[in-house]
């Protein structure tokens, strides 16, 4: 068996390039990393690098060998700094999980209201989208996750932080500005930007059109909320988004109009029962309360 030790020896030769710099790398003598890398290659049956002219030329067994050992040090490096972390602040960093919309239209602003209370709190962010994001949650792999549905597990307490409907979004001198509430008629034989086919919303939005007779010109689409709120802004066509999206992105040639047929969008906040509660747990969620508070209201402004 390889001790640590040998390993040690191994990894110092390989990163300094020589036994005689590897020794002073290990605060050691040469003739130890020597007599070390030579019982490490007896124990294995098989020579790590090959003797040319007093140099040491790694194997391609070496080379494979020190990448494992360079994957076990950096998680070995990770929780030295976890350590170090935990010493400096007993809190830690806050590990949050969510849809990627929501890591741009809701959680910066709730991240803000943190910082104000906590100076100096750190937090780590995770953009994923279903089915992971409701499987990392499940297995308790994070501190607090928001979703746009109440997750039936047993092991989360589910908390619905806002409830609105998909906006208007068009380019800011569109001739449609002059209505203060779009219906489907509106766009009737109008470009029209689209989330991908599969999207639940884009399927909601189809169904909408579908059901009263509206053709409208469906010339591009996309996965990304964002990304159809720029093509909007440059005049590529008109699309309806999640309402979180369209307040972030909105101005700069970007101008919300209220949908005249409801389609829900809603944010709910995942907070794990199994796994111990972080000391910032409760100032982040009443963060992101008062961020969604502030959010319904600039939504309610849309209503003419």
Sequence with gaps: MLSHRHIEVFRAVMTAGSV????????????????????????????????????LRPTRRALALFEAVQRAYQGLEQVSAR?????RDDLGTLELLCLPALSHALLPGACARLQQQHAGAAASITPQEPPLLDDWLQAQR???????KALPAAGLEMEQLMSADEV???????????????????????PFLSL?????????????????????????????????????????????????????????GITLRRFSVSVPYEVWLARPLLRAQHGLS???????????????QRLGQLVP
Excluded: W
């Design 20 to 55: 005689t710099s590897a020794a002073a790398l290990l605060h050691t003598s040469q003739p130890t990393v020597s007599r070390e890398l030579a019982r490490v290659e007896q124990l294995l049956g098989y020579a790590l690098f090959e003797r040319q002219g007093g140099r």
């Design 196 to 252: 991908g086919s599969a999207d639940p919303y884009r399927q909601q939005v189809d169904a909408v059109f579908a059901e009263h007779g509206v053709r409208r010109l469906l010339s591009l689409q996309t996965h990304s909320a964002v990304a159809l709120c720029e093509m909007v802004r440059h005049g590529l066509g008109v699309a309806i988004v999640n309402p979180l999206t369209a307040l972030a992105c909105e101005g700069h």
């Design 142 to 148: 994070f501190d607090l996750g928001l979703t746009e």
């Design 168 to 190: 208007c979004v068009l380019p800011s001198a569109h001739a449609l500005l002059s209505k203060a509430v779009l219906s489907p008629q509106d766009f009737e034989g109008l």
């Design 83 to 87: 350590a170090l972390e935990l010493a």
């Design 282 to 296: 409760g100032a982040m969620q009443a963060a992101l309360r008062a961020e969604a508070i502030d959010l319904q």
